[in-house]
């Protein structure tokens, strides 16, 4: 397992240096520098800030200082738009907010999907099962940014419950988790009932309910744990899916996560940031792969690592 | 989200069933046309695709007109109506809705077909390749298919609309760099299990180049695997092109799109048009219901378990 876990890692720090090492240069790749403005800078006064900021090294040192720099000191560089405020300030400030509601959205995602997905598989064709089809299928065309409005429409414009927007104490997270989780929620139903139907239909199942196990422990003890395999894999790709979909939700129910700075850093053209930001989330789903694959390792007893 | 348990499943299904006798496709239109919801949506979806070809030519105004009676008062004037020709009410600028959403909807369905089929072409002869060349070849691809999966693709396209400007054909670009990749994993499993048929043998010992047995005997052999995949990959497209329009870093006007107009629509609703995200948000949903329906029923219909 250790050796599985050191071979994964081995493939994940390239990854995380080639994202780097792409979007470094994607960056330089743009076109205007840092310190274009409207109005040009005298020429000395840019020279200054390209030997201050080290611009005017070679490409390839410039690479190797802002990988240094995040490898060392976890330092991303300065904000190029705000010159008080570095990347890391900016960072720091948002995500906080992104996985206090991620978190409980993920959470809460497999919580419900799970409980839904098994109670549907054990009661198969009853109304039960169907609700959970039903919502499953329906919450897939209600992506987060749809979700969003309606949400509002219903929970702020028309009962007046909650709050529009914002950041404060846990009645502003309901909204958001809502949005995010949803349509996770949904799938992990869906794939945990065809998982759980498939499991309760093979002969293992059977075998424990010949030798006159009760229901409840046979669900628990010899079903579940092999119908999350699926459910597992699915976590990856949907961690993924999720952080992107915390971008939509910092949008709309402004609660001021790293989404937010993200688009705005977008439109801003404020590189420094967009790439920090990039490299964190794409380090975060490095690291989340990684410990789904662990995990799957760990459940499932046929797999060789 | 596509569930790739059951693509594995349908890939194993679709290998095997090439031994029996019968044909899988003659079974499998059977069984799709008994599938009530997967017609319904195959309806559904040419009667939008309908919409976005001659709806055009029912539009009392063209999306690019501004009716100044209504400019700026669309809460009070700008609801949908028969009388003014404003079908779908009109936006704060007084343009018409009906007619954007026309052209929202060519321009969503366009990106979903599009980066669909170089996800088809691209995934499919990567896939296949890797799957056929096997060894180190083999390795080295599916490592860098790995890599790839695992970059936040949303962040990086905005990265990219954003360095290289906001066009249509960078976020077609985009979207198809990354839509290939789940594919190209599934193809070359399925690809593994057809390479030591006897078929390919016999190609193979006839001294047929191996990019020809690829696109001759392989690719032919993927096609059930590779259509239910594209039918499901199609409506994702759309979801991802709608969440960067819903952004505001996607088409840019006078083009609009679903997602543009969804945001558009959930920006003003404050101000009493819901019009503006009921009519946008309608064709979304009953459109990417109807590609899962259909994929799901094509899925189903080639790989007949209970489930």
């Given amino acids: 397992m250790f050796g599985y876990i050191l071979r994964r890692l081995a493939v994940a720090i390239p990854t995380l240096l080639l994202l780097i090492v792409v979007s470094f240069l994607l960056m330089h790749a743009a076109p205007g520098g840092p310190f274009t403005q409207e109005r040009a800078l005298p020429p000395q006064v840019l020279a200054n800030l390209n030997a201050k900021y080290g611009l005017d090294d070679p490409l390839w040192l410039q690479i190797v200082h802002y990988v240094w720099g995040i490898v060392a000191h976890f330092d991303f560089g300065p904000s190029f738009v705000y010159p008080d405020r570095s990347v890391n300030q900016i960072i720091a400030a948002g995500f906080p907010v992104t996985l206090t509601y991620g978190a409980l959205s993920f959470a809460a995602a497999v919580i419900f999907g799970v409980s839904l997905g098994v109670t ?178 760990w459940v499932d007893p046929k797999i060789r690592y | 989200m596509i569930d790739t348990q059951q693509m594995h499943s349908l890939a194993a299904r679709m290998a095997e069933a090439e031994v029996r006798g019968r044909s899988p496709w003659a079974d499998a239109r059977r069984r799709f046309r008994r599938n009530k919801a997967a017609m319904i949506s195959l309806v559904v979806l040419i009667l939008v695709v309908a919409f976005a070809l001659f709806g055009n030519h029912l539009a009392a105004w063209s999306n690019e007109e501004m009716d100044f009676s209504v400019m700026g008062q669309a809460a009070q004037l700008g609801a949908p109506s028969w009388a003014n020709g404003h079908y779908f009410g009109t936006d704060d600028l007084g343009r018409d809705l009906f007619s954007r959403t026309v052209q929202g909807t060519q321009v969503s369905l366009m990106v979903g077909l599009i980066g669909a089929g170089i996800a088809v072409i691209v995934g499919t002869l990567y896939g296949a390749t890797a799957g056929y060349v096997g060894g180190r070849t083999d390795a080295v691809m599916m490592r860098l298919v790995d890599i790839l999966l695992a970059i936040p693709y949303m962040f990086v396209l905005i990265l990219l609309l954003v360095i290289f400007g906001r066009s249509m054909s960078m976020l077609f670009l985009g979207i198809g760099l990354i839509s290939w990749l789940e594919m190209s994993r599934i193809v070359r499993g399925q690809t593994l299990s057809l390479k030591n048929r006897e078929f390919i043998e016999a190609a193979r010992a006839t001294g047929v180049p191996g990019w020809k047995i690829i696109i001759r005997h392989i690719v032919p052999n993927l096609l059930g695997v590779v259509a239910v995949y594209a039918t499901l990959l199609v409506p994702l497209m759309i979801l991802s092109e709608s969440f960067i329009s819903f952004l505001g870093l996607g088409v840019q006007e006078p083009l609009t799109s679903w997602g543009a107009l969804i945001s558009e629509g959930a920006g003003t609703m404050n101000y009493g048009t819901l019009w503006q995200l009921a009519f946008p948000l309608f064709f979304f949903c009953i459109t990417l219901f109807a590609f899962f329906f259909v994929g799901d029923g094509l899925r189903d219909a080639l790989d007949p378990k209970d489930r």
Avoid at chain 1, 168 to 183: D, E, H, Q
Avoid at chain 1, 208 to 221: C, F, N, Q, S
Avoid at chain 1, 242 to 259: A, C, E, K, L, R
Wanted: proline share 5%; aromatic share 10%.
């Fill in chain 1, 120 to 297: 549907a598989a054990i009661r198969q064709n009853s109304w039960i099962d169907y609700l959970a089809v039903g919502t499953s299928i329906g919450a897939q065309v209600l992506p987060n940014f749809v979700m969003a409005p309606i949400l509002v429409l219903i929970f702020t414009l028309w009962l007046g419950w909650l709050p529009g927007g914002g950041w404060g104490g846990p009645i502003y997270w309901i909204m958001p988790v809502i949005a995010l989780s949803t349509s996770f929620m949904a799938s992990i139903a869906r794939i945990t009932r065809s998982s759980m139907l498939e499991v309760l239909g093979s002969n293992h199942i059977r075998t424990a309910r010949a030798k006159g196990l009760p229901e409840r422990k046979v669900i628990l003890r010899h079903a579940l744990k092999p119908a999350m395999l699926p459910v597992i894999s699915y976590l990856g790709p949907a961690f993924v899916t999720m952080i992107t979909g915390s971008v939509v939700v910092d949008m709309y129910f402004s609660t001021g996560g790293i989404g937010r700075s993200f688009v705005d850093s977008a439109l801003n053209r404020d590189y420094a940031v967009m790439m920090g930001i990039t490299i964190l989330v794409g380090a975060l789903t490095i690291l989340f792969s990684l410990v789904v694959d662990v995990l799957y390792a």
